[in-house]
């Protein structure tokens, strides 16, 4: 990126950070009432709600229905409000395409979908305001929602990016890192076994980094988990101290 | 015109003392690991990794003997046997109807297992087949009970008591199945001058209490009568009653909403719902809950 | 049209070969399949066959404002369709999942890997600059389309010159080719994409996977990269549990195929700006005749190996009978600035997974190898055949086959 100066020489980034250190992460599960599980989750100033329907029986086409494990719907979604330049079109577009199609992969590859023969799970993400890491927020934010919607899962699916600077790979990029055109590595990973549900890289990298670069995002995804992990044990008690009885 | 205005305020914290409530309790998390012991037999909410019994929602543990089972704290309706459920109609197929439970997949309610005007073993005719629309139509809704359950999960609904049948006039309420307390009966006539169905799938039914059973429309007849706004206004602070007690997860049982119901005499039907007169309702029916428990 | 599903039987056996590290095909485990870039006359004209899977791309240019955001950089276009023409599954104008994955990945390859100076295709800041669009076309499927397009897509690309232009003022002049001779792009390195499939939950590994084994398949990782070694891109997808060592390994293999490609690309350029400057034949013009229809799949005949010495020396002694009749060896001629890599079996990648059964292999191929090199003396002498070996004796699966079908040869009188 011409000018701008991604990583400082006292190891300092645009927004104030160490490479490897997170943005801010708050969530919370259950916002709405209506859906069987929801969440909203901010990182940073990326801003994502997350919800869940279903399992239930499949909808519009059968065709679609599997004999043998649920389906799984994803629509990812950003409002129109959500970048600095208005967008025409919150979904439908080749890029919201594939981020529903990944999205969909990532979980059909951590929720146990074989205990739901002919049904069918709905996961619906809206990006309300756009950073940087949108596909990792939506992740997060539909891990949560799944969580809450009771829906049995391998584990938690924790997603991160990780960019490479001057032979030092950042954690968590913001918008102002992503667009300068370095690389961006988006990692989803099921924290405990280490498993990648989903890597995805763009631009160039010398093969010899990759190693390094991995490794600091998936160092990045687990301290992630260890804050949903948080806010999950928190709803859990909150739920379980009002049904004492 | 004067403008109802409030603030929201800030949610409950948890406190330390309410925390030691939930000493007893084993809570886990997805991908916890519940025990290694392999002495122990896999239940629902858990699956085995690498010979380790680990947890795939978030809930509570529960042990029966050898069995391990985590059930979360909200979930679709897994319908058992003998449980009574509201459902409404999205199907009419080749002798079946297909309900909606709240299920993970829709019910089937058989042509023949439901009781049609005409005495209890009337044989069923090519033309009841044609006129099954006559009876339940698209959108119509119907309590019932669970019959059997398939192998992928569906249940297969009955209506063959007078108890059962279409729903007529009255009020649906949704709340988490997980709310409603299995009792003896989920049929209750209340002595504040409604009565109740209370569907195990967390679909609740408040209609006005019905004079006498009208034994020839076999439950297939619904009167259009107007309600007297007496029955009405009843019904409606009942409905804002159960949305009290489901917002504050008390479960749901013939007791609890009478309680509420009589705790919420004092105020206005539309002011139950504001958050500072829900959180008074609450706290007097949960104290007398408490007596009654002893 | 919806694919017909894949019986249980078959999906069986494919698993079943996977496992045992065979092929359907008869390839290794890391082995691509014969892959062969044919030039059209124009420039920016390519067809990539790899194996039975052919895709067609055009590139061409026009002059339009800029973005705002960019506005010294010119544009760079991809669209990549899946016409019915190449898979009754595929349904035009509809947009499926495997249409905005094959895209997405193609831009991603190709234009957020920066392979093109996009800088000097702006012709006046902020008010003309060329955008180069890319035309991917699937002519015939059998997997790994996305392999194929990015080779397709990068070899038009190199191939491609834009009109020159001058500026006067305001005044934009373009020149045709005839006045002043048209520019290539600047490409600075060339990305090709590297498909992994996996089986049985990451287990199993295959390079290049056919359409058959695409269906049998867990999940794909796409890994794009230049021969420099420098990644442009990865993508898992299809619901696979990955391991990081895994991912490392595959851009290891990655490298290795992405140099190989890279240099038969270049060849096959090489090869038709040689025929070019010779005033030759080049591009479809010369190959178009020639390659027959009923003759165009003779390659693939499986032959039996067991009497592949009686064969190969009745071959040998007829060649040697009658030198001065050229000899193809394969009815399918190769045009001018065409490559070819890879036909018939021989591993020409050897990787750290040598098997002895692959040296026996070897060794037979030497015997039939020596005496189809016969293309020298053609007139057309830049057709360039990596492995001449095209219709070298093929094992059957089962070996159930009887009676030796003879590699055909064709007379070709220039």
């Not at chain 1, 629509?75 to 990944?102: C, I, N, V, W």
């Not at chain 2, 006539?189 to 039914?205: D, E, Q, R, T, V």
């Not at chain 2, 008074?280 to 104290?287: A, C, G, L, N």
Request: charged share 25%.
């Amino acid at each position: 990126m011409a000018g701008v100066e991604l990583l400082s020489d006292q190891g300092y980034r645009l927004d104030g950070r160490k490479a490897s250190e997170l943005r801010k992460v708050q969530a919370r599960m259950g916002v709405f009432a209506q859906a069987d599980g929801s969440a909203y989750i901010e990182q940073g100033n990326t801003k994502a709600l997350a919800v869940v329907y279903g399992p239930h029986e499949v909808r519009g086409s059968r065709s679609r229905t599997m004999h043998d494990r649920a389906v799984i719907n994803c629509q990812y979604s950003m409002a129109t409000f959500s970048t600095a330049e208005r967008k025409r079109r919150p979904h439908g577009d080749r890029k919201s395409s594939e981020m529903s199609l990944h999205l969909k992969q990532t979980f059909e590859a951590a929720v146990l979908t074989q205990l739901y023969p002919r049904s069918q799970i709905d996961i619906y993400v809206k990006i309300l305001q756009s950073d940087g890491g949108n596909y990792s927020a939506c992740v997060n934010a539909a891990t949560l929602a799944l969580v809450d919607a009771g829906i049995p899962m391998r584990d938690y699916v924790c997603a991160c990016t990780a960019g490479f600077v001057e032979d030092t790979p950042l954690a968590d990029l913001c918008h102002a890192e992503e667009s300068g055109g370095g690389t961006t590595l988006a990692l989803a990973l099921l924290p405990r076994s280490r498993h990648i549900a989903l890597v995805q890289m763009d631009a160039r990298l010398h093969q010899d980094h990759l190693d390094m670069l991995m490794e600091a995002a998936a160092e990045a995804c687990r301290g992630l988990s260890k804050v949903l992990d948080g806010v999950v044990r928190q709803h859990l008690q909150e739920v379980s101290v009002l049904t004492r009885d | 015109m004067a403008a109802d205005m409030r603030l929201p305020t800030a949610g409950e914290q948890i406190s330390s003392s309410s925390l030691s409530l939930l000493d007893g309790k084993h809570l886990v998390v997805p991908g916890d690991v519940i025990t290694s012991d392999t002495g122990f037999m896999r239940g629902h909410g858990t699956y085995m990794d690498e010979e380790k019994l680990t947890a795939s929602v978030a809930g509570e543990v529960e042990r029966v003997n050898k069995l391990i089972c985590v059930r979360p704290l909200k979930t679709r309706f897994n319908g058992e046997v003998g449980d009574v459920v509201v459902g409404r109609i999205t199907e009419v197929q080749q002798k079946r109807w297909k309900v909606e439970t709240n299920s993970r997949l829709d019910s089937v309610l058989l042509l023949s297992s439901v009781n049609l005007p005409g005495g209890e073993l009337r044989r069923r005719s090519a033309e009841d087949e044609l006129s099954m629309r006559d009876y339940l139509q698209e959108g119509d809704l119907i309590s019932a009970e669970v019959q059997s359950v398939f192998a992928d999960g569906a249940l297969s609904l009955h209506t063959r008591s007078l108890k059962y049948g279409k729903l007529g006039q009255g009020v649906l309420v949704l709340v988490s199945p997980s709310l409603v307390k299995r009792q003896k009966t989920h049929f209750h006539n209340l002595p504040c001058g409604a009565s109740i169905i209370l569907g195990s799938n967390g679909y609740i039914w408040l209609y006005p209490t019905p004079g006498q059973q009208d034994e020839e429309a076999g439950g297939y007849y619904t009167s259009m009568e107007p309600v007297p706004l007496s029955d009405r206004e009843v019904i409606s602070r009942l409905r804002n009653c159960l949305l009290v007690l489901a917002a504050h997860k008390i479960l749901l049982y013939d007791t609890s909403v009478l309680y509420c119901f009589e705790s919420s005499l004092s105020h206005q039907i539309k002011d139950i719902l504001k958050p500072e007169v829900m959180d008074e309702i609450v706290m007097k029916t949960r104290q007398r809950l408490m007596e009654q428990e002893g | 049209m919806k694919d017909t599903p894949l019986s249980n039987c078959e999906r069986q056996f494919l698993l079943k070969a996977v496992e045992e590290k065979k092929r359907v095909d008869g390839r290794q485990t890391y082995d691509y399949r014969n892959i062969k870039i044919t030039f059209g006359t124009e420039y920016g004209c390519c067809i990539v066959d790899l194996g039975k899977t052919r895709i067609l791309a055009q590139v061409s240019c026009e002059l339009v404002p800029p973005k705002d955001s960019r506005p010294t950089e010119g544009i760079l276009f991809f669209n990549l369709e899946l016409s019915p023409m190449a898979s009754p599954a595929f349904e035009l104008g509809r947009q499926s999942e495997l249409l905005v994955k094959l895209n997405r990945q193609l831009e991603r390859c190709l234009r957020n890997s920066k392979c093109i100076d996009t800088e000097s295709l702006c012709v006046i800041s902020g008010e003309k600059v060329w955008q180069i669009r890319v035309d991917v076309h699937v002519l015939n499927h059998d997997g790994n389309l996305m392999d194929a397009a990015s080779i397709a897509a990068i070899a038009a690309l190199s191939h491609f010159r834009r009109p020159e232009v001058a500026i006067q003022g305001r005044d934009i002049t373009v020149f045709t080719p005839e006045e002043r001779d048209p520019i290539p792009l600047s490409i600075y390195h060339m990305p090709i994409c590297v498909s992994f499939a996996f089986f049985q939950q990451g287990t199993y590994l295959l390079v290049d996977p056919c359409e058959r084994e695409e269906r049998v398949m867990d999940g794909l990782l796409v890994i794009a990269m230049n021969k420099h070694r420098e990644i442009c891109s990865i993508q898992s997808s299809g619901g696979i549990m990955l391991l990081k060592e895994q991912v490392l390994r595959c851009s290891k293999i990655a490298s290795v195929k992405v140099s190989e490609i890279t240099e038969l690309i270049n060849k096959a350029l090489d090869n038709d700006k040689r025929a070019r400057k010779e005033g030759g034949k080049f591009g479809f013009a010369e190959s178009m005749p020639k390659e027959r229809i009923t003759a165009l799949k003779k390659d693939e005949a499986p032959v039996e190996m067991t009497d592949v010495q009686d064969t190969a020396n009745e071959i040998i002694s007829r060649t040697e009978a009658q030198p001065d009749i050229v000899k193809v060896p394969s009815p399918v001629v190769p045009a001018p600035g065409t490559g070819q890599v890879g036909e018939g079996l021989l591993n020409t990648w050897g990787l750290e997974e040598e098997e002895d059964e692959e040296e026996e292999q070897h060794e037979k191929e030497e015997m039939s190898t020596g005496e189809v090199m016969v293309l020298s003396d053609s007139e057309e002498d830049d057709v360039v055949i990596l492995n001449p070996d095209a219709n070298k004796p093929k094992r059957l699966e089962g070996g159930s086959k009887k009676g030796v079908e003879a590699p055909k040869k064709q007379k070709t009188s220039h």
